[in-house]
């Protein structure tokens, strides 16, 4: 039986969206691509740069995020205007295609394939045969086929195609299990197109015997065993020889069952292995010609794990001879070649007696051996020796497992990296069940905890531990096992001491990782001086960091390139050197271990130089914000956010003022994207320097006060003039005019959103005289900004105008693009004002782009709904809700209460324009609700865009339906606000809803 509903998203074959009437192609191919993105990654959140390297790659466009915003728009539109079953959100992380799986086609085969796996295994064959049919008539050509040669094709396509092949492969199985006559046709094409794949001519050779063609079937495996022998070298794997054998004896067929798909990672204590299907295929493939593979990786990774695998599996197959040596408790080179040799098993006596070396040429050297030299890095010269010496001959094959290279001749590294973690976002059991991390968690607890299942009421605490300990193998099996004594949440709230926790119980002698300290030990242990000072000081960062924060926290005179240059080799440090400055971290047991190694004068000057370093970031960037660098800067604070809350927090409870208000006051221009988490540490520095013993310093504190006025600007606007009056006087004590200046500024664009028209010119007066004697352009045009919108505020548009344009010189002198955007902001409202929506609508979608460009969340958010503003005026309804769906996304992430209001406000306007007008009268109300919950009152601007809408209501409504209407809208919270706002922008017009 099916799945129900039809396909909605076509991926394989040409990108489209499909109706049960019609099918729908987006026009353009970077457009489809974004939508292809979107359903492969359905119900997860997809961030917009991942959007970008999907379309574009590494070399991307400084358009492109704007350019990605339209096609998500376009894509949103599509959705809607052709009915189908996906919605697209805007969330915090980036945007999200909610639907059901089964409705995009690709997701629909994994599920039918699936299902199909799990029936062949129970020998329903029949069941199994009908799933596999409905998927493989899923596949209407190549998947992504009109989207080939871009990033997202080369991420994507060869998994599926290799997906395609596996589904075909176990519908042959079935077949073959049911005795469906007539295959023999099909299998010797698939034959003819893929030589040597063993799958499809161990299924023909069963086909022929079946319909008994038995010499044909020997003459296949007689032509693919030469043709193997003379392309790759080697005899065809056990399982072919097995058929071949069974079909001479005419015997017994090979077993039925659909095929599981392939493992990967460590094997659980079930003896299940999980993932690692990529890497195991590419060790695989290394090592179909003689000579040397490592496997490298931080501890934990699992390597040894994958090594035994792998050597299992070349084992089973015949090919192969493996050859385990563990070297853990070896500690030179006699002691290495003694572990080999004895590795070697019982010899003749006359070799008995020769050395080691000789001993082991005679056993190896010729033949089919696999040898695993487990476990290498503290003897990698004695390993490389060995290599050297015998095993490079042309005829052996090594595959060798160690936390860094060996750097031997013509050895290849394949490094593994931890498994896959769920996202923050996954909090079903059905969305989590397949990734790898989780997967092997929940083997392990099984094996310990029969009982134990994973549910929806699981499935955030195993993600999140999933999380904690960073996928990494080792630690999610001990971690499985603990659960035999605490709760998944218990476990969860324990991590925070991951070398504790993670140990075995009992302790397993013949395992030397044990636990997570012994294996993190282990690859620490080889170490010089310099590399172990180094590592244990960079534990101080609870992140990534960059070469410059390495260097503040390295003694003096060390070569920091070059140390942590062996650290990364030693697969203790992960770097990450694609982006445009290359960045180091640790993993989380890693770095605990490192800052336990440390002694605590050590600690005590690690933290301060790391304090130290992330102080002057902090005031740098601050420096750098209205340049040209501002993202970059951004960037970079946004990377050490962990750092900075932990700086902030120590400095906070022990009274450092000296850090604590510089800190806080540096980091203003990038709270203003968070300002709620902001303004709560400026509450919590502002209190201490308050209560302190003795009195803060008044520049540092003036700082804070000035910084703090801004951010709570967007929150709470009482509190905020509070915190600008304060400033004042403190520059006042501090005699200080650009103090005092920049305190007047703050006041006049508080004031002004309170309502007191009156103060808010006075201060921006003032402040625009200080500014100017101070030969400041940039607080010039910053403070005849603030003059700007008290004349908007007033309905002098002239004068806004001219004050406006001004500003934009003044910003232009100081080489601030962002402020001449804030300037051409208010040019677009004052157009749109008087009347000149095309006009105004130039302007706004020139300064959308920049504000998208520079990353600023709030300007985005009012740009957003000025342009909304503008489109709605020549009826681009959807274009005017989609620039309102990025106005409320901001506004409601930023925590802006007012800023809402306006929004409200705007959306009120656009209903009305659209005849929609209880809606609009219900917006209204909304708007009045939320504007007074944040300490805000309307201006005489703002009342005569309100009224206008007003009487339209009443018009239509009369007076008492609008007013009822606004007393619904005030009953609103903002979020329910929001929503329906949302919703009534996306009906047709002329439409209202209750």
């Not at 007696?353 to 001993?359: G, H, I, K, N, V």
Request: include cysteine; charged fraction near 25%.
């Amino acid at each position: 039986m099916g799945l129900p509903n039809s396909v909605a998203l076509r991926l394989l074959g040409a990108v489209s969206l499909r109706t049960p009437e019609s099918e729908h192609r987006l026009g353009g191919r970077k457009i489809r691509i974004v939508l292809a993105a979107l359903g492969l990654r359905l119900n997860q959140t997809v961030p917009v740069s991942q959007l970008i390297a999907d379309v574009w790659g590494e070399e991307h466009p400084a358009t492109a995020r704007n350019t990605a915003q339209v096609y998500l728009s376009g894509i949103r539109r599509a959705l809607e205007t052709t009915g189908h079953p996906f919605r697209l959100d805007r969330l915090p992380g980036g945007y999200r295609l909610s639907g059901r799986p089964e409705q995009v086609d690709w997701l629909r085969f994994e599920l039918l394939v699936g299902r199909a796996r799990a029936t062949g295994r129970n020998g329903d064959h029949e069941a199994a045969l009908s799933a596999l049919t409905e998927a493989l008539a899923l596949w209407e050509g190549a998947p992504l086929a009109d989207i080939s040669e871009t990033p997202l094709h080369a991420a994507f396509a060869a998994g599926m195609d290799g997906a395609h092949v596996g589904a075909l492969s176990d519908r042959f199985v079935a077949d073959l299990a049911l005795g469906t006559p007539g295959l023999v046709a099909e299998l010797t094409e698939l034959v003819r197109a893929r030589p040597l794949d063993e799958q499809f001519t161990r299924h023909l050779m069963h086909a022929l015997q079946n319909d008994g063609r038995r010499a044909e079937a020997l003459t296949v495996y007689a032509d693919f065993r030469e043709r193997l022998l003379r392309e790759q070298g080697v005899e065809p794997s056990v399982r072919l020889t097995r058929r071949y054998q069974a079909i001479i004896a005419d015997g017994a067929p090979e077993p039925t069952a659909v095929r599981s798909p392939g493992p990967a990672v460590g094997r659980s204590a079930g003896g299940d292995f999980v993932g690692r299907d990529a890497e195991l295929a590419r060790v695989l493939e290394l090592l179909a010609e003689p000579g040397l593979v490592t496997l490298t990786g931080p501890p934990g990774v699992g390597k040894s794990r994958l090594a035994a695998e792998i050597a299992a599996r070349a084992g089973e197959m015949g090919r192969l001879q493996p050859l385990m040596v563990r070297l853990d408790a070896v500690s030179d080179a006699a002691d290495v070649l003694a572990a080999v040799a004895d590795a070697c098993g019982p010899q003749p006596t006359a070799v008995g007696r020769r050395s080691a070396l000789e001993r082991i040429r005679y056993s190896l050297v010729g033949t089919t051996a696999l040898v695993v030299l487990d476990n290498c890095e503290h003897v990698a010269a004695a390993c490389v020796e060995l290599w050297d010496e015998i095993l490079s001959d042309g005829t052996v094959r090594v595959l060798a497992t160690s936390t860094r290279p060996l750097h031997a001749h013509g050895e290849a590294t394949v490094r593994l990296a931890p498994l896959a973690v769920p996202p923050p976002e996954a909090v079903k059991a059905a969305q989590i069940a397949g990734i790898e991390s989780v997967e092997l968690f929940c083997a392990r607890a099984r094996a310990l905890r029969p009982a134990f299942v994973l549910t929806d009421d699981l499935a955030p605490v195993v993600s999140e531990i999933c999380r904690l300990v960073e996928g990494i193998p080792l630690s999610l099996e001990l971690a499985g096992s603990r659960t035999q004594v605490l709760s998944p949440a218990e476990l969860a709230e324990r991590l925070g001491d991951q070398l504790q926790l993670l140990r075995a119980v009992p302790r397993r002698p013949d395992d030397r990782h044990d636990s997570l300290v012994s294996a993190v030990a282990a690859a620490v242990s080889p170490l010089d001086v310099a590399e172990r000072t180094l590592f244990a000081r960079l534990a101080v960062f609870c992140d990534s960091f960059t070469l410059r924060a390495a260097e503040a926290v390295a003694p003096p005179g060390t070569p920091v390139i070059d140390v942590l240059h062996s650290l990364v080799d030693a697969s203790l440090i992960v770097a990450d050197v694609s982006g445009r400055e290359s960045r180091y971290r640790m993993l989380e047991p890693v770095r605990q271990f490192g800052r336990s190694i440390l002694g605590p004068a050590e600690v005590a000057d690690a933290d301060e130089r790391r304090t130290a370093y992330l102080l002057d970031l902090a005031m740098r960037a601050a420096e750098a914000h209205s340049g040209p660098d501002r993202v970059v800067w951004r960037r970079r604070l946004d990377d050490m956010r962990q750092d900075f809350r932990r700086t902030l927090d120590d400095a906070v409870r022990t009274g450092r003022l000296d850090v604590a208000l510089p800190l806080s006051a540096a980091l203003w221009w990038w709270w203003s994207n968070d300002p709620q988490v902001g303004l709560e540490w400026y509450r919590r520095v502002l209190t201490v320097a308050g209560s302190a013993a003795e009195p803060a310093p008044s520049d540092l504190l003036l700082a804070a006060q000035l910084s703090a006025a801004v951010i709570a600007s967007y929150v709470v606007l009482p509190e905020a003039l509070n915190y600008a009056r304060e400033a004042e006087a403190t520059a006042d004590r501090l005699a200080d005019d650009g103090g005092r200046m920049r305190a007047l500024q703050h006041q006049a664009d508080i004031a002004l959103e309170l309502g007191d028209l009156d103060t808010a010119r006075d201060a921006a007066d003032e402040a625009w005289r200080l500014a100017t004697d101070l030969g400041d352009p940039w607080a010039t045009g910053r403070c005849g900004l603030s003059v700007a919108y008290n004349h908007l505020a007033a309905g002098a548009t002239e004068a806004a105008a001219r004050w406006a344009t001004e500003a934009e010189q003044c910003f232009a002198r100081a080489g601030d693009d962002g402020g001449r955007a804030d300037a051409r902001l208010l040019l677009g409202e004052v157009l749109l004002v008087g009347g000149s929506a095309i006009e105004a609508e130039a302007v706004l979608d020139d300064v959308l782009g920049v504000f998208r460009g520079h990353e600023n969340e709030e300007q985005v958010a009012r740009a957003a709904a000025l342009l909304a503003d503008a489109v709605s005026r020549r009826s681009a309804r959807s274009d005017a809700a989609d620039l309102m769906e990025d106005a409320f996304d901001h506004h409601a992430e930023i925590g802006h209460p007012w800023a809402i209001a306006h929004d409200l406000d705007v959306a009120a306007a656009i209903c009305a324009g659209q005849n929609a007008m209880r809606n609009a009268a219900v917006l209204l109300g909304a708007a009045d609700a939320v504007r007074s919950s944040a300490g805000a009152v309307t201006t005489p601007h703002d009342d005569a865009r309100r009224s206008g809408v007003l009487a339209a209501c009443e018009r239509v409504l009369g007076h008492r339906g609008a007013r009822e209407a606004m007393r619904t809208g005030a009953g609103k919270d903002v979020s329910s606000a929001i929503g329906y706002a949302r919703s009534v922008l996306r009906r047709p017009a002329e439409t209202s809803v209750a």
